[in-house]
């Protein structure tokens, strides 16, 4: 079978025979009969989550034909079309906007290969499924789709899950998170960098800008311990102070400081109370890590190991929610029953932070950046909102990218960070400063896509697993078609969620 490279969520749309409604016909809805007298029955593909460009795929395409949909009159988020198919069970999916994608609302299974497909039964004879919200829903047969249907498909989405089994999944979510140990965490192979304290400054943010990591623990070596963690955060820090009357040491000093002058004055200017570094063991519980990285408000944490008899620690690995995330999804891929609040639409639910219209009266709202603003207003944004990344829109205010506190140390490279230029340095240019720096080689281009996009209607399973892959933090939630962004889902905004 065609492998799709990742198990997709959200996406295959509702089947079914005869008409209803306006149709756009295709070569694909052909004789009902071929030349050797086999049954051909007329079946219809509907998706109803919005899209620039939706497709079909599936084992009567052998898996490498797409046959193209086509917009529903009246309904800029409904697409179609209708293939002759064989009798039996078939399996299918969409290509929407490139992406793979499966649809929660109807029959879905796991193949061989982990991958996950709509499927359906395909009959001689019609077999009427009822919308989604129905009881008498009949999963994988054929049905006869019009115009009050895919209307009613959109406005009521999927099934709604009750109090007691929304309260059900995340119990037994929970309940998974503390009988599991910080070691299934570990990768089989890996690294970790560690950074010496006596470290320049310039040199050890540059050091993770060419790891493409976000942040580092500290080793003294005077100590033998490590005694706390560089991050994205103190670079901007530094900027922000450099040339001000505050500043700790002046711009020309950023090639000879260490880490651990600059620690230490920034503490005494601050008033900053002395904190011993948090970290986690092997042994602590998932649900241990979870709690300790949502209070202390950080990205990461340590795993140390203490040998007996030894005093300096080894350290394992660096734990982050997205990890443990990871562990959820292996955990719960082939019981979904157990979670029935994963197959809930993220519009219904009450998580992420959205723009005003869409966010909850009270709660927080989004802040975007636009691509012409200056860097530095994106900075103080950033350590305002106390938020990782924000999204970018350009003047029609269409999503074009995020700016994250990591891509800040791509301005250690060179002498980019300098005051005057950073006073003067858009957004949009400091992203193609990272860029074109990514292009020669460095930077961490390696570790995927710099964003990725969701929409109100997929589901939260789709989102957790879009979350678990590496080095993803965020889902940008954007308008199905133009482009609009609509929210932001974080991995602290999941966690919050499944354990509040």
Same mark, same amino acid.
């Given at each position: 079978?065609?492998?799709?490279?990742s198990? +997709?969520?959200?996406g295959?749309?509702?089947?079914?025979?005869?008409?209803?409604?306006?149709?756009?016909?295709?070569?694909?809805?052909?004789?009902?009969?071929?030349? &050797?007298?086999?049954?051909?029955?007329? %079946?219809?593909?509907?998706?109803?989550h919005?899209? =620039?460009r939706?497709?079909?795929?599936?084992?009567?395409?052998?898996?490498?034909?797409?046959?193209?949909?086509?917009?529903?009159?009246?309904?800029?988020?409904?697409?179609?079309v209708?293939?002759?198919?064989s009798?039996? @069970?078939?399996? @299918?999916?969409?290509?929407?906007d490139?992406e793979?994608?499966?649809?929660?609302?109807?029959?879905?299974?796991?193949?061989?290969?982990?991958?996950?497909?709509?499927?359906?039964?395909?009959?001689k004879?019609?077999?009427?499924?009822?919308?989604?919200?129905?009881?008498?829903?009949?999963?994988?047969?054929?049905?006869?789709?019009?115009?009050?249907?895919l209307?009613?498909?959109?406005? *009521?989405?999927?099934?709604?899950?009750?109090?007691?089994?929304?309260?059900?999944s995340?119990?037994?979510?929970?309940?998974?998170?503390?009988?599991?140990?910080?070691?299934?965490?570990?990768?089989? *192979?890996?690294?970790?960098?560690?950074?010496?304290? &006596?470290?320049?400054v310039?040199?050890?943010?540059?050091?993770?800008?060419?790891?493409?990591?976000?942040?580092?623990?500290?080793?003294?070596?005077?100590?033998?311990?490590?005694?706390?963690?560089?991050?994205? *955060?103190?670079?901007?820090?530094?900027?922000?102070?450099?040339?001000?009357?505050?500043?700790?040491?002046?711009?020309?000093?950023?090639?000879?400081?260490?880490?651990?002058?600059?620690?230490?004055?920034?503490?005494?200017?601050?008033?900053?109370?002395?904190?011993?570094?948090?970290?986690?063991? !092997?042994?602590?519980?998932?649900?241990h890590?979870?709690?300790?990285?949502?209070?202390?408000?950080?990205?990461?944490? !340590?795993?140390?190991?203490?040998?007996?008899?030894?005093?300096?620690?080894?350290?394992l690995?660096?734990?982050?929610?997205?990890?443990?995330?990871?562990?959820?999804?292996?955990?719960f891929r082939?019981?979904p029953?157990?979670?029935?609040?994963?197959?809930q639409p993220?519009?219904?639910?009450?998580?992420?932070?959205?723009? !005003?219209?869409?966010?909850?009266?009270?709660?927080? %709202?989004? =802040?975007?950046?636009?691509?012409?603003e200056?860097?530095?207003?994106?900075l103080?944004?950033?350590?305002?909102?106390?938020? *990782?990344?924000?999204?970018?829109?350009?003047?029609?205010?269409?999503?074009?990218?995020? @700016?994250?506190?990591?891509?800040?140390?791509?301005?250690?490279?060179?002498? &980019?960070?300098?005051?005057?230029?950073?006073?003067?340095?858009?957004?949009?240019?400091?992203?193609?400063?990272g860029?074109?720096q990514?292009?020669?080689?460095?930077?961490?281009?390696?570790?995927?896509?710099?964003?990725?996009?969701?929409?109100?209607?997929?589901?939260?399973?789709?989102?957790?697993?879009?979350?678990?892959? !590496?080095?993803?933090? =965020?889902?940008?939630?954007?308008?199905?078609? +133009?482009?609009?962004?609509?929210?932001?889902? %974080?991995?602290?905004?999941?966690?919050?969620?499944?354990?509040?």
């Amino acid at each position: 079978m065609f492998g799709e490279g990742s198990s +997709s969520g959200a996406g295959a749309a509702t089947a079914g025979v005869g008409g209803g409604g306006t149709t756009t016909t295709t070569a694909a809805a052909a004789a009902a009969t071929t030349t &050797t007298g086999l049954l051909l029955v007329p %079946t219809r593909f509907v998706w109803p989550h919005g899209g =620039r460009r939706v497709y079909l795929c599936g084992d009567f395409t052998r898996w490498q034909e797409t046959l193209p949909l086509s917009p529903v009159e009246g309904s800029s988020s409904v697409f179609q079309v209708i293939c002759s198919l064989s009798p039996g @069970y078939h399996q @299918y999916k969409f290509i929407v906007d490139g992406e793979w994608r499966h649809d929660e609302q109807q029959a879905h299974m796991v193949d061989t290969n982990g991958n996950v497909n709509n499927w359906l039964l395909v009959t001689k004879q019609p077999h009427h499924i009822l919308p989604p919200n129905s009881d008498a829903i009949v999963l994988g047969a054929t049905m006869d789709v019009d115009h009050d249907m895919l209307h009613h498909v959109v406005k *009521s989405g999927a099934t709604v899950v009750t109090a007691a089994e929304a309260e059900a999944s995340k119990k037994n979510i929970a309940d998974f998170l503390l009988r599991h140990p910080v070691y299934e965490l570990l990768p089989e *192979s890996g690294k970790v960098v560690a950074l010496d304290v &006596t470290l320049p400054v310039k040199q050890a943010f540059h050091a993770l800008y060419e790891q493409g990591i976000p942040a580092a623990p500290l080793w003294d070596s005077a100590s033998q311990q490590f005694v706390g963690m560089l991050t994205a *955060s103190d670079f901007i820090t530094i900027l922000q102070q450099l040339g001000s009357n505050g500043a700790v040491f002046p711009e020309e000093e950023l090639e000879t400081h260490t880490i651990a002058e600059w620690k230490e004055e920034k503490k005494g200017l601050v008033n900053m109370t002395q904190h011993s570094l948090v970290s986690v063991g !092997p042994d602590d519980t998932l649900r241990h890590v979870v709690d300790e990285l949502l209070s202390r408000d950080v990205a990461q944490l !340590p795993v140390l190991h203490y040998p007996a008899h030894a005093l300096v620690p080894e350290l394992l690995h660096l734990a982050c929610l997205s990890g443990v995330l990871k562990c959820i999804c292996r955990h719960f891929r082939h019981v979904p029953a157990s979670v029935p609040l994963l197959s809930q639409p993220i519009g219904t639910l009450c998580l992420g932070t959205w723009v !005003p219209g869409i966010a909850e009266p009270g709660s927080r %709202t989004l =802040r975007i950046l636009r691509q012409d603003e200056h860097l530095s207003h994106a900075l103080a944004v950033l350590l305002e909102a106390r938020v *990782s990344a924000l999204p970018i829109v350009d003047e029609n205010s269409v999503f074009q990218d995020v @700016y994250a506190r990591r891509d800040i140390t791509a301005l250690a490279r060179d002498h &980019t960070h300098t005051l005057p230029q950073l006073n003067n340095l858009t957004i949009n240019q400091a992203l193609q400063i990272g860029a074109a720096q990514d292009w020669t080689g460095s930077g961490s281009s390696s570790s995927g896509s710099r964003y990725m996009m969701c929409l109100r209607s997929d589901s939260l399973r789709y989102v957790i697993e879009r979350l678990a892959l !590496p080095g993803v933090r =965020r889902l940008i939630c954007i308008e199905a078609g +133009s482009r609009q962004v609509e929210g932001i889902i %974080t991995l602290r905004d999941i966690f919050h969620f499944l354990l509040a």
